[in-house]
Nanobody
Framework: QVKLVESGGALVQAGASLRLSCVVS????????LAWFRQAPGKEREFVAL???????LYADSVKGRFTISRDNAFNTMFLQMNSLKADDTAMYSC?????????????????WGQGTAVTVSS
């Protein structure tokens, strides 16, 4: 059984930093493309960042230069370092695994999902 568990969400002030973690079990982690998505209240789920199993990364324009995605294959864990947080970053952040296909920025490209961790940024 594949399981993804996120942690690290919190209520912070604008300008602060947070580090989200996603622990994955039940699948070959080191060979999987992983991603972070987020969904704000009343909005659709949107792509944040991905990291391919060989290491290349991709970011949404809205977070480029502020967020950094990384992975530790020894611990089956993916991270999202978020700096210079803005009120617009407020959302439920979910990790996804098992990405495949032409467009890895689409949620439908991923087989497995976590429950999410809430990030709230006050302005």
């Amino acid at each position: 059984q594949v399981k993804l568990v996120e942690s690290g969400g919190a209520l912070v002030q604008a300008g602060a930093s947070l580090r989200l973690s996603c622990v994955v079990s039940g699948m070959p982690f080191s060979r999987s493309t992983l991603a972070w998505f987020r969904q704000a209240p009343g909005k659709e789920r949107e792509f944040v960042a991905l990291i391919a199993w060989l290491g290349p990364t991709l970011y949404a324009d809205s977070v480029k230069g502020r967020f950094t995605i990384s992975r530790d294959n020894a611990f089956n864990t993916m991270f999202l370092q978020m700096n210079s947080l803005k009120a617009d970053d407020t959302a439920m952040y979910s990790c996804a695994a098992g990405g495949s296909g032409q467009n890895l920025a689409f949620p439908s490209s991923y087989d497995y999902w976590g429950q999410g961790t809430a990030v709230t940024v006050s302005s």
